[in-house]
């Protein structure tokens, strides 16, 4: 049963918790028991607090039993990506130069959170400093993917995609810079939901680049994306990067029908390069939208060949600001790939950063234009499965490919943009899952996460989870 309980989504244990069938102590212990038999193997965890999450479940179920039951993510245990802060908690964004940071205060969302009534169990390992896509971290070591530990989970959110994953977290949170909440949901096989710019505080959450940073769900399913959503969703006067608009039920109006739904395809950009048993996946993904009702309509975006030069342009030179006076002062304190990263973000001119802006701008206009005639577009989230851990090239269609840029290609257009994208798993290749992402018209969450609901409904995954003993089982 312990394990069962740790298996279950937000939506599966909401009405068990209200209706007071289970209790957050049992859902907490069943967590806390995932992680003290995997965390050794997925190094997932960079902190487990479970003396506080077993005081913080005790509380919950106390309220719940009062009859002062919060809502949805009342007594639900999740553990969070390092880089949001908990008021007086360590958080160590990844690195060696905040191993000792205590913040005064909690970010926006973690109040949200803790409002209402979630448990939390500790901090999950990431890139360093939100810089790279692996989660090669050196300071806390690597996080593994639980469906092969000799592969990478993703990054940077890497840790909450292991975590999630492998049930030792009900849910998560990433961010997403420049695709760390949707690389590792595609690798790990669970739901990553890059909300619009502006949608979610990032007060409190540590910066890698101002402009294009954002934070969201990592959930099992589309379902509990649509729910933490709700809850973390808002204007919030703390972030001048947050814009008042209504945050809406992203919950209601989910069907398994798609009759009527125009939905885009832009095959120079996104179709490319991709391994074949990506390519084969996204047909076939193609095919179920079909019969699910939707209309597929191939779309043109031509700015998109100069996406991942601006991108790049715009993260370099923003996160090296950020870090600037550190790099200055203590250089060995970062990780080699992050300090180099630094370093090449000092090189670009003000006419570069102003270029990259333009054809921001520009391809910003193109997809405004698309989705005048289109409802979501749908793309691959990554172009292949999970590479090895320590790999920095490969080969896909007899092209010899950078890992750290293939990992990054697909997503950038949606934060170049600021619109939102969910990448939902959609088969595995070769044991090792594949997701798919819908990326949406600003602010309208609601339609790309109607499509992925619809799509996960058809079960692509098949009941596939995997298995820390190294066989994927159905269950």
Same mark, same amino acid.
């Given at each position: 049963?312990?394990?069962?309980?740790?298996?279950?989504?937000?939506?599966?244990?909401?009405?068990?918790?209200? %209706?007071?069938?289970?209790?957050?102590?049992?859902?907490?212990?069943?967590?806390?028991?995932?992680?003290?038999?995997?965390?050794?193997?997925?190094? #997932?965890?960079?902190?487990?607090?479970?003396?506080?999450?077993?005081?913080?479940?005790?509380?919950?179920?106390?309220?719940? &039993?009062?009859?002062?039951?919060?809502?949805?993510?009342?007594?639900?245990?999740?553990?969070?990506?390092?880089?949001?802060?908990?008021?007086?908690?360590?958080?160590?964004?990844?690195?060696?130069?905040?191993?000792?940071?205590?913040? %005064?205060?909690?970010?926006?969302?973690?109040?949200?959170?803790?409002? !209402?009534?979630?448990?939390?169990?500790?901090?999950?390992? &990431?890139?360093?400093?939100?810089?790279?896509?692996?989660?090669?971290?050196?300071?806390?070591?690597?996080?593994?993917?639980?469906?092969?530990?000799?592969?990478?989970?993703?990054? %940077? *959110?890497?840790? /909450?995609?292991?975590?999630? @994953?492998?049930?030792?977290?009900? @849910?998560?949170?990433?961010?997403?810079?420049?695709?760390?909440?949707?690389?590792? *949901? !595609?690798?790990?096989?669970?739901?990553?939901?890059?909300?619009?710019?502006?949608?979610?505080?990032?007060?409190?959450?540590?910066?890698?680049?101002?402009?294009?940073?954002?934070?969201?769900? &990592?959930?099992?399913?589309?379902?509990?994306?649509?729910?933490?959503?709700?809850?973390?969703?808002?204007?919030?006067?703390?972030?001048?990067?947050?814009?008042?608009?209504?945050?809406?039920?992203?919950?209601?109006?989910?069907?398994?029908?798609?009759?009527?739904?125009?939905?885009?395809?832009?095959?120079?950009?996104?179709?490319?390069?991709?391994?074949?048993?990506?390519?084969?996946?996204?047909?076939? #993904?193609?095919?179920?939208?079909?019969?699910?009702? !939707?209309?597929?309509?191939?779309?043109?975006?031509? /700015?998109?060949?100069?996406?991942?030069?601006?991108?790049?342009?715009?993260?370099?030179?923003?996160?090296?600001?950020?870090?600037?006076?550190?790099?200055?002062?203590?250089?060995?304190?970062?990780?080699?790939?992050?300090?180099? *990263?630094?370093?090449?973000?000092?090189?670009?001119?003000?006419?570069?950063?102003?270029?990259?802006?333009?054809?921001?701008?520009?391809?910003?206009?193109?997809?405004?234009?698309?989705?005048?005639?289109?409802? +979501?577009?749908?793309?691959?989230?990554?172009?292949?499965? #999970?590479? +090895?851990?320590?790999?920095?090239?490969?080969?896909?269609?007899?092209?010899?490919?950078?890992?750290?840029?293939?990992?990054?290609?697909?997503? %950038?257009? !949606?934060?170049?943009?600021?619109?939102?994208?969910? *990448?939902?798993?959609?088969?595995?290749?070769?044991? &090792?899952?594949?997701?798919?992402?819908?990326?949406?018209?600003?602010?309208?969450?609601?339609?790309?996460?109607?499509? #992925?609901?619809?799509?996960?409904?058809?079960?692509?995954?098949?009941?596939?989870?995997?298995?820390?003993?190294?066989?994927?089982?159905?269950?």
């Amino acid at each position: 049963m312990t394990k069962q309980l740790a298996e279950k989504s937000i939506g599966e244990l909401a009405p068990l918790l209200e %209706s007071k069938e289970v209790s957050p102590v049992e859902v907490t212990e069943a967590v806390l028991k995932q992680v003290e038999t995997y965390n050794e193997q997925t190094n #997932a965890y960079i902190r487990v607090d479970a003396e506080d999450a077993q005081t913080s479940a005790k509380i919950a179920e106390s309220e719940i &039993m009062k009859g002062n039951y919060k809502g949805k993510l009342h007594g639900i245990p999740m553990a969070l990506k390092d880089i949001f802060y908990v008021k007086d908690k360590v958080v160590t964004m990844g690195s060696k130069i905040h191993k000792d940071f205590k913040p %005064s205060y909690s970010a926006t969302v973690v109040e949200k959170l803790a409002e !209402a009534g979630v448990i939390f169990t500790g901090t999950l390992n &990431m890139h360093e400093y939100a810089w790279g896509g692996t989660n090669n971290n050196p300071h806390f070591g690597p996080c593994r993917n639980p469906w092969d530990l000799e592969k990478i989970p993703g990054g %940077s *959110s890497g840790g /909450s995609g292991a975590a999630v @994953a492998a049930d030792m977290t009900i @849910a998560s949170l990433g961010t997403d810079t420049g695709g760390s909440i949707r690389i590792p *949901s !595609a690798v790990c096989g669970i739901v990553g939901l890059k909300p619009t710019h502006g949608r979610v505080s990032k007060h409190g959450v540590f910066p890698l680049s101002w402009s294009l940073d954002h934070a969201g769900p &990592m959930t099992k399913t589309v379902t509990d994306a649509a729910i933490l959503l709700e809850y973390i969703a808002g204007f919030d006067p703390k972030d001048p990067t947050t814009i008042d608009r209504p945050v809406t039920s992203y919950t209601t109006g989910l069907s398994e029908d798609l009759k009527g739904m125009v939905i885009g395809v832009e095959e120079d950009f996104y179709l490319t390069n991709l391994q074949p048993g990506v390519q084969e996946l996204f047909d076939k #993904a193609i095919e179920t939208l079909k019969t699910l009702g !939707a209309e597929i309509k191939p779309i043109k975006i031509p /700015s998109l060949k100069n996406a991942h030069y601006a991108e790049m342009i715009t993260v370099l030179a923003e996160a090296s600001a950020i870090h600037h006076t550190n790099l200055k002062r203590r250089p060995e304190d970062f990780g080699k790939d992050v300090r180099l *990263s630094l370093e090449l973000g000092e090189i670009p001119s003000a006419v570069e950063y102003v270029q990259a802006q333009q054809i921001r701008y520009k391809i910003k206009q193109e997809f405004q234009e698309i989705f005048k005639t289109v409802d +979501t577009i749908l793309a691959p989230t990554l172009p292949f499965t #999970a590479p +090895t851990i320590g790999q920095e090239i490969t080969i896909i269609n007899n092209q010899e490919l950078k890992v750290s840029d293939e990992l990054i290609r697909l997503q %950038s257009p !949606a934060n170049l943009t600021g619109l939102p994208s969910i *990448s939902v798993p959609c088969g595995l290749s070769e044991n &090792m899952p594949v997701g798919i992402q819908f990326i949406g018209n600003a602010f309208d969450e609601q339609m790309i996460i109607k499509a #992925a609901y619809a799509f996960e409904s058809t079960n692509p995954m098949e009941g596939r989870k995997p298995q820390l003993d190294g066989v994927v089982e159905r269950v």
